[in-house]
Nanobody
Framework: VQLVESGGGMVQPGGSLRLSCEAS????????MSWYRQAPGKERQLVAC?????????ATKYLETLKGRFTISRDNSAVFLQMNSLHTEDTALYFC????????????WGQGTQVTVSS
């Protein structure tokens, strides 16, 4: 299993970034995919999750405080996180992860991509 994140970088407050996570080594459509983040000195937190595409629905789940600014999506082999109106407190290392459902603990993680929001 490989999960490779990209798209991080430094942006000014109010800016946007789009993170990507390319997945390989497993049947991508059968798994829910998530984005987590971890800021220095803080616990890792779920940012967003999108359900598998092998079932009847592709439900999404977000950290409540991020709704309206962040959007998760997926295609046949990657999961994306569109981040708009970024705040300095969005600065963190962002990870993608896979799980059977959005209610379960991820079983695999990527290495992370750094997002820094600063003026």
């Amino acid at each position: 299993v490989q999960l490779v994140e990209s798209g991080g970088g430094m942006v000014q407050p109010g800016g946007s970034l789009r993170l990507s996570c390319e997945a390989s080594g497993f049947t991508f459509r059968d798994f829910a995919m998530s984005w987590y983040r971890q800021a220095p000195g803080k616990e890792r937190q779920l940012v967003a999750c999108i359900g598998s595409t092998s079932g009847p629905t592709k439900a999404t789940k977000y950290l409540e405080t991020l709704k309206g600014r962040f959007t998760i999506s997926r295609d046949n082999s990657a999961v994306f996180l569109q981040m708009n109106s970024l705040h300095t407190e969005d600065t963190a290392l962002y990870f993608c992860a896979r799980s059977w459902t959005c209610s379960q603990t991820p079983m695999d993680w990527g290495q992370g991509t750094q997002v820094t929001v600063s003026s």
